[in-house]
């Protein structure tokens, strides 16, 4: 069955049996014709990228769309590796180079920017603590803590693996080791390491195991006591909250908090639905430690990233699933952190490919991040056609890459990338941490927490009518929008030049395009009926501009 | 002057647009709309409040008494004003009002995991990596709000929180996420209004190009949503929120200090308190301007630890009086039979109490409570065992899917509707579940 094609695969059984019947012979003489052509193992790893999802177009009999413009590519390649759409210089200077490699080169740029630090940063954080910053005297964990881990992290490319065991396995002060933030922030109510299990198996494994904390997965073989065996490695994990007195106000507050260590040596206690007691003993896909080791998570870090089975680590393929979704749109299954047996991914062989070429470079993450943009199913337009519009993972279907998902941006990413398309940047607002604070506080407005012991949230952003009040109406806009001194609008209209070249500023600082003639003449109209109020035009114009859907999404 | 075509516009507006642009025939259309509409709301202006209990309420120490019994707890149950059907005695202001509302004791839901049993109750569909079912706000403001032409905010307002998905059915049904205080972030200024009409011109223009080219459904729903968003920003029924604005054209007073009082109490409380009262007397004055389904958030029920202690200082009281105090401010308006209450959160508690004084994650066997809504109240139908660990023998068990087909039954939207899935899977309303027949008579 498995060479079937996918198509195939969905019909009803009678019918894929008599299909079955009479195409056997057909279809392992194709494979063997293949065979013969492509010795996919010699295959570099975009090249087999390539090949790959190629292969699925084949199987579903579905002709991909062309490749995206360079500006479509350009717009999309920033959001996903650096965070922001290009500045109107950035796009200027990528549309008029002729280097046949210049996508090539401008990936290796972005890879190299702070931006990238910072964008990496951004997504990280949030996965390991949420959107939340956590005030008063009684703080959870350290945003910034967490954050300036991130930074350092990607800011040398240090190796995924050694990140992951950082974040498994840390101890101490919130901010001197920004890692503990992870487990802080899981360990919110005392619920005996329960959720950092939980949280600690879905982010870094891809494996969501929370519900075999009370019963045997319902849809897999993994049974409830997998859960206590991983939940055995956090039972020596504590945190305190250390308080200082206020030198001025006398009053007691919080300083610090800190994860430390306990002995506990015993096993774990949980009860089966039955009301039967049963034990656990810390163990992780079949290995199981000393009982009595110093620190447990430790052990549990060095199995996570030891390959001794010839199987590739399940954090090398969680980081690559979930990368590859962050640039398409879609995983490799979905969610992305959901992997198993009972959850088929859409390309199994390039997902174990991709992972054991990870693995190889030693968990390099920016050759990851290379490798997927420069493949051609990423450089595909978002356009679809009648050949291809089955591949709709929108509603339901297998991805198939063959052309880009739209993307919402996240609300980082429209932030920034107003920010950008205003010049807002320009203005110099101090460093790295007083932006950082100023858009935190700019998204706490999307935020909404769920009070319970998942620590869980969701954002009111995406695709919703707060978010359309935001692009519509809010002090970030008004600004953008304000053609006051030193803003975008302000030197492009008091800038030399056509008023073609400034329609067409406009359209690139916000769509990283220039208008069709089509486009021109259409705005042209209707800024007539402004009566010579040019700046109330063009206003309304790049409020337009920034309003649109274009603008809106990743795509 | 296709503006309002394509983005909405509320009746000022419009009328200011007709008087300068002098064009007669849209205008008639519009008049014969709100006539064809004053129709519709006469045949249907039902709505449903639902009370959110967010990370799983104990209902064994709130409807489900089992005193004298292992798992038992602390409390004591009192009799309420509907003979026979006893709920604990910190609450009070609910027994007096219970002719009207109705406890069902059950319920058995297998999802005990925050995630999971949220998106269960909400959808009466278990989660499904190829689907997102649509929260049942979600469905309300699909059948019925999309009817309400009057209607000019959103027909699905969330208060104080808020999850759900609209799902298959569309960003436009999503719920409207308010906090407590019903402020709305980012409501346009003076300028913005008079800048609004030149501005969606401008932006039909933009991205009609964008719209037009093959790239999904998300940017048709997307101007949808600027659609909604115009809508809002431009109606008078913005003052439905603010329980201090009156409008006497929408039937909507400034509240006065008693009825403050009756649903916030005196501060004492706490935040979360007045929080959850400012809520429900918002939602009752969204359902006063025609919003159909309003879901009102009321969290801190995830008591792992010192369980009774904190219902009986903490969350009862709040939830008490909130209650209390809707279910006889809709009496008294005579909104009651037309205003479903509903009463859950993602699971119940166990019974068995753990080390730490408190109850975990339960699903097997737990209460939900439903009222108004013209339905036979006053009752507790469906049962626990003696110590409340699974439904009784002689019980029926019931799945959300039953409590919102009740819901759909009482608010007429037909049990044998079915939703139709982006893949083409037909969708059952309320997952196929059936109107519970002691509360339908």
Same mark, same amino acid.
């Not at chain 2, 753990?354 to 108004?372: E, L, P």
């Given at each position: 069955?498995?060479?079937?094609?996918?198509?195939?695969?969905?019909?009803?059984?009678?019918?894929?049996?008599?299909?079955?019947?009479?195409?056997?012979?057909?279809?392992?003489?194709?494979?063997?014709?293949?065979?013969?052509?492509?010795?996919?193992?010699?295959?570099?790893?975009?090249? +087999?990228?390539?090949?790959?999802?190629?292969?699925?177009?084949?199987?579903?009999?579905?002709?991909?769309?062309?490749?995206?413009?360079?500006? $479509?590519?350009?717009?999309?390649?920033? *959001?996903?590796?650096? =965070?922001?759409?290009?500045?109107?210089?950035?796009?200027?200077?990528?549309?008029?180079?002729?280097?046949?490699?210049?996508?090539?080169?401008?990936?290796?740029?972005?890879?190299?920017?702070?931006?990238?630090?910072?964008? *990496?940063?951004?997504?990280?954080?949030?996965?390991?603590?949420?959107?939340?910053?956590?005030?008063?005297?009684?703080?959870?964990?350290?945003?910034?803590?967490?954050?300036?881990?991130?930074?350092?992290?990607?800011?040398?490319?240090?190796?995924?693996?050694?990140?992951?065991?950082?974040?498994?396995?840390?101890?101490?002060?919130?901010?001197?080791?920004?890692?503990?933030?992870?487990?802080?922030?899981?360990?919110?109510?005392?619920?005996?390491?329960?959720?950092?299990?939980?949280?600690?198996?879905?982010?870094?494994?891809?494996?969501?195991? %929370?519900?075999?904390?009370?019963?045997?997965?319902?849809?897999?073989?993994?049974?409830?006591?997998?859960?206590?065996?991983?939940?055995?490695?956090?039972?020596?994990?504590?945190?305190?909250?250390?308080?200082?007195?206020?030198?001025?106000?006398?009053?007691?507050?919080?300083? +610090?908090?800190?994860?430390?260590?306990?002995?506990?040596?015993?096993? !774990?206690?949980?009860?089966?639905?039955?009301?039967?007691?049963?034990?656990?003993?810390?163990? +992780?896909?079949?290995?199981?430690?000393?009982?009595?080791?110093?620190?447990?998570?430790?052990?549990?870090?060095?199995?996570?990233?030891?390959?001794?089975?010839?199987?590739?680590?399940?954090?090398?393929?969680?980081? !690559?699933?979930?990368?590859?979704?962050?640039?398409?749109?879609?995983?490799?299954?979905?969610?992305?952190?959901?992997?198993?047996?009972?959850?088929?991914?859409?390309?199994?062989?390039?997902?174990?490919?991709?992972?054991?070429?990870?693995?190889?470079?030693? &968990?390099?993450?920016?050759?990851?991040?290379?490798?997927?943009?420069?493949?051609?199913?990423?450089?595909?337009?978002?356009?679809?056609?009648?050949?291809?519009?089955?591949?709709?993972?929108?509603?339901?279907?297998?991805?198939?890459?063959?052309?880009?998902?739209?993307?919402?941006?996240?609300?980082?990413?429209?932030?920034?990338?107003?920010?950008?398309?205003?010049?807002?940047?320009?203005?110099?607002?101090?460093?790295?941490?007083? %932006?950082?604070?100023?858009?935190?506080?700019?998204?706490?407005?999307?935020?909404?927490?769920?009070?319970?012991? $998942?620590?869980?949230?969701?954002?009111?952003?995406?695709?919703?009518?707060?978010?359309?009040?935001?692009?519509?109406?809010?002090?970030?806009?008004?600004?953008?929008?304000?053609?006051?001194?030193?803003?975008?609008?302000?030197?492009?209209?008091?800038?030399?030049?056509?008023?073609?070249?400034?329609?067409?500023?406009?359209?690139?600082?916000?769509?990283?395009?220039?208008?069709?003639?089509?486009?021109?003449?259409?705005?042209?109209?209707?800024?007539?009926?402004?009566?010579?109020?040019?700046?109330?035009?063009?206003?309304?114009?790049?409020?337009?501009?920034?309003?649109?859907?274009?603008?809106?999404?990743?795509? | 002057?296709?503006?309002?075509?394509?983005?909405?516009?509320?009746?000022?507006?419009?009328?200011?647009?007709?008087?300068?642009?002098?064009?007669?025939?849209?205008?008639?259309?519009?008049?014969?709309?709100?006539?064809?509409?004053?129709?519709?709301?006469? $045949?249907?202006?039902?709505?449903?409040?639902?009370?959110?209990?967010?990370? =799983?309420?104990?209902?064994?120490?709130?409807?489900?008494?089992?005193?004298?019994?292992?798992?038992?707890?602390?409390?004591?149950?009192?009799?309420?004003?509907?003979?026979?059907?006893?709920?604990? $005695?910190?609450?009070?202001?609910?027994?007096?009002?219970?002719?009207?509302?109705?406890?069902?004791?059950?319920?058995?839901?297998?999802?005990?995991?925050?995630?999971?049993?949220?998106?269960?109750?909400?959808?009466?569909?278990?989660?499904?990596?190829?689907?997102?079912?649509?929260?049942?706000?979600?469905?309300?403001?699909?059948?019925?709000?999309?009817?309400?032409?009057?209607?000019?905010?959103?027909?699905?307002?969330?208060?104080?929180?808020?999850?759900?998905?609209?799902?298959?059915?569309?960003?436009?049904?999503?719920?409207?996420?308010?906090?407590?205080?019903?402020?709305?972030?980012?409501?346009?200024?003076?300028?913005?209004?008079?800048?609004?009409?030149?501005?969606?011109?401008?932006?039909?223009?933009?991205?009609?190009?964008?719209?037009?080219?093959?790239?999904?459904?998300?940017?048709?729903?997307?101007?949808?949503?600027?659609?909604?968003?115009?809508?809002?920003?431009?109606?008078?029924?913005?003052?439905?929120?603010?329980?201090?604005?009156?409008?006497?054209?929408?039937?909507?007073?400034?509240?006065?200090?008693?009825?403050?009082?009756? &649903?916030?109490?005196?501060?004492?409380?706490?935040?979360?308190?007045?929080?959850?009262?400012?809520?429900?007397?918002?939602?009752?004055?969204?359902?006063?301007?025609?919003?159909?389904?309003?879901?009102?958030?009321?969290?801190?029920?995830?008591?792992?630890?010192?369980?009774?202690?904190?219902?009986?200082?903490?969350?009862?009281?709040?939830?008490?009086?909130?209650?209390?105090?809707?279910?006889?401010?809709?009496? %008294?308006?005579?909104?009651?039979?037309?205003?479903?209450?509903?009463?859950?959160?993602?699971?119940?508690?166990?019974?068995?109490?753990?080390?730490?004084?408190?109850?975990?994650?339960?699903?097997?066997?737990?209460?939900?409570?439903?009222? =108004?809504?013209?339905?036979?109240?006053?009752?507790?139908?469906?049962?626990?065992?003696?110590?409340?660990?699974?439904?009784?023998?002689?019980?029926?068990?019931?799945?959300?899917?039953?409590?919102?087909?009740?819901?759909?039954?009482?608010?007429?939207?037909?049990?044998?509707?079915?939703?139709?899935?982006?893949?083409?899977?037909?969708?059952?309303?309320?997952?196929?579940?059936?109107?519970?027949?002691?509360?339908?008579?």
């Amino acid at each position: 069955m498995k060479n079937l094609p996918r198509r195939i695969e969905r019909m009803a059984p009678f019918a894929v049996a008599a299909l079955i019947f009479c195409l056997t012979p057909q279809l392992s003489a194709q494979d063997d014709a293949e065979a013969e052509e492509v010795d996919e193992s010699k295959l570099s790893p975009v090249a +087999y990228i390539n090949h790959k999802v190629q292969q699925g177009y084949e199987e579903n009999e579905i002709t991909p769309s062309p490749m995206a413009d360079d500006e $479509e590519w350009l717009r999309r390649v920033y *959001l996903d590796i650096v =965070g922001r759409i290009p500045t109107l210089e950035e796009s200027k200077n990528y549309l008029k180079d002729e280097s046949p490699r210049k996508r090539f080169s401008l990936v290796s740029d972005l890879l190299e920017s702070s931006d990238y630090i910072r964008n *990496l940063t951004t997504v990280w954080s949030n996965n390991c603590v949420g959107r939340g910053t956590p005030r008063g005297n009684n703080a959870a964990f350290s945003r910034r803590g967490m954050e300036k881990f991130f930074r350092e992290a990607f800011a040398k490319n240090r190796p995924w693996n050694d990140v992951v065991v950082d974040l498994v396995a840390s101890e101490g002060h919130w901010e001197e080791n920004g890692a503990v933030n992870f487990a802080l922030a899981q360990m919110q109510m005392d619920d005996d390491a329960v959720q950092l299990t939980a949280k600690t198996t879905r982010l870094f494994l891809g494996m969501q195991v %929370q519900c075999t904390q009370c019963h045997d997965h319902p849809f897999n073989k993994w049974e409830q006591s997998q859960f206590w065996e991983f939940n055995s490695f956090f039972r020596q994990v504590r945190n305190r909250n250390v308080q200082r007195t206020n030198p001025t106000t006398g009053r007691r507050e919080q300083d +610090y908090r800190e994860l430390y260590l306990v002995d506990f040596e015993g096993p !774990v206690f949980y009860e089966k639905r039955s009301g039967l007691m049963q034990v656990a003993f810390p163990k +992780y896909e079949g290995k199981a430690i000393a009982p009595d080791s110093f620190d447990r998570r430790k052990e549990f870090a060095r199995l996570l990233v030891s390959a001794d089975n010839g199987e590739t680590p399940l954090i090398a393929k969680a980081f !690559v699933n979930r990368t590859w979704g962050q640039f398409f749109g879609h995983g490799f299954t979905r969610p992305v952190d959901d992997m198993g047996p009972h959850n088929s991914a859409s390309h199994p062989e390039l997902l174990d490919r991709l992972s054991e070429e990870f693995v190889k470079t030693g &968990y390099n993450v920016k050759e990851l991040y290379r490798w997927i943009a420069v493949s051609e199913p990423y450089a595909r337009s978002s356009k679809f056609g009648a050949d291809n519009e089955i591949d709709n993972p929108g509603a339901g279907e297998m991805p198939l890459f063959s052309h880009m998902y739209l993307k919402s941006m996240q609300a980082e990413q429209l932030y920034d990338s107003l920010i950008v398309a205003t010049n807002a940047q320009k203005s110099g607002r101090g460093g790295w941490d007083a %932006q950082e604070a100023q858009r935190r506080r700019w998204m706490q407005q999307f935020v909404v927490a769920f009070d319970n012991d $998942e620590n869980d949230e969701a954002t009111t952003f995406n695709g919703t009518i707060p978010q359309a009040l935001m692009m519509m109406n809010s002090e970030l806009i008004n600004k953008a929008v304000s053609a006051e001194r030193g803003s975008f609008l302000n030197d492009t209209l008091s800038a030399r030049g056509s008023e073609t070249e400034k329609l067409n500023d406009l359209y690139l600082a916000a769509l990283t395009r220039r208008p069709s003639r089509n486009e021109a003449r259409a705005a042209q109209t209707v800024m007539k009926a402004y009566r010579g109020n040019k700046v109330a035009a063009y206003q309304d114009l790049f409020w337009a501009l920034l309003n649109s859907n274009e603008f809106i999404f990743n795509h | 002057m296709a503006l309002w075509n394509n983005y909405g516009m509320d009746r000022r507006h419009f009328m200011q647009h007709m008087a300068a642009a002098a064009a007669t025939i849209p205008a008639m259309n519009f008049l014969s709309h709100v006539q064809a509409n004053a129709a519709t709301l006469k $045949e249907n202006n039902k709505s449903c409040i639902l009370m959110w209990m967010g990370g =799983g309420p104990p209902t064994i120490d709130i409807w489900d008494l089992k005193p004298g019994t292992k798992t038992g707890g602390e409390f004591n149950p009192i009799q309420t004003a509907a003979p026979g059907v006893g709920i604990s $005695e910190h609450m009070p202001e609910t027994a007096k009002v219970f002719k009207d509302l109705s406890i069902v004791r059950s319920m058995s839901t297998r999802e005990a995991d925050h995630g999971r049993g949220r998106y269960y109750m909400h959808t009466g569909f278990v989660p499904n990596p190829t689907v997102v079912h649509p929260t049942f706000g979600s469905v309300v403001s699909y059948e019925l709000g999309r009817k309400r032409s009057a209607l000019e905010i959103p027909s699905f307002v969330s208060v104080g929180g808020g999850s759900g998905q609209a799902g298959f059915l569309g960003m436009t049904h999503a719920p409207f996420v308010v906090g407590t205080d019903g402020r709305i972030n980012n409501a346009p200024g003076d300028e913005a209004k008079k800048r609004l009409p030149g501005r969606l011109e401008m932006l039909k223009v933009v991205e009609s190009n964008f719209i037009n080219s093959k790239r999904g459904e998300l940017p048709e729903a997307h101007k949808d949503v600027y659609k909604s968003a115009v809508n809002l920003m431009t109606s008078r029924q913005m003052a439905a929120f603010n329980i201090e604005k009156e409008d006497p054209s929408l039937g909507l007073q400034a509240e006065t200090e008693a009825t403050k009082a009756m &649903y916030m109490g005196d501060g004492a409380g706490g935040m979360g308190g007045n929080g959850f009262g400012r809520s429900l007397l918002m939602a009752r004055r969204l359902v006063q301007v025609g919003v159909p389904f309003v879901e009102v958030n009321l969290g801190g029920w995830d008591l792992h630890n010192n369980v009774f202690a904190t219902l009986r200082d903490q969350r009862l009281p709040t939830l008490d009086r909130g209650i209390g105090a809707l279910v006889n401010d809709l009496k %008294q308006r005579n909104m009651l039979d037309d205003t479903v209450i509903v009463w859950m959160g993602e699971f119940g508690r166990t019974p068995r109490i753990n080390q730490n004084v408190g109850r975990d994650h339960w699903a097997a066997s737990w209460s939900n409570v439903i009222g =108004g809504g013209g339905l036979k109240n006053g009752q507790a139908v469906g049962a626990t065992n003696e110590d409340g660990t699974r439904v009784a023998d002689n019980s029926k068990a019931y799945l959300p899917g039953d409590i919102w087909a009740t819901v759909a039954y009482a608010m007429g939207i037909p049990l044998n509707t079915v939703h139709t899935s982006k893949r083409g899977r037909p969708m059952k309303l309320a997952n196929g579940g059936t109107a519970i027949k002691e509360l339908i008579g």
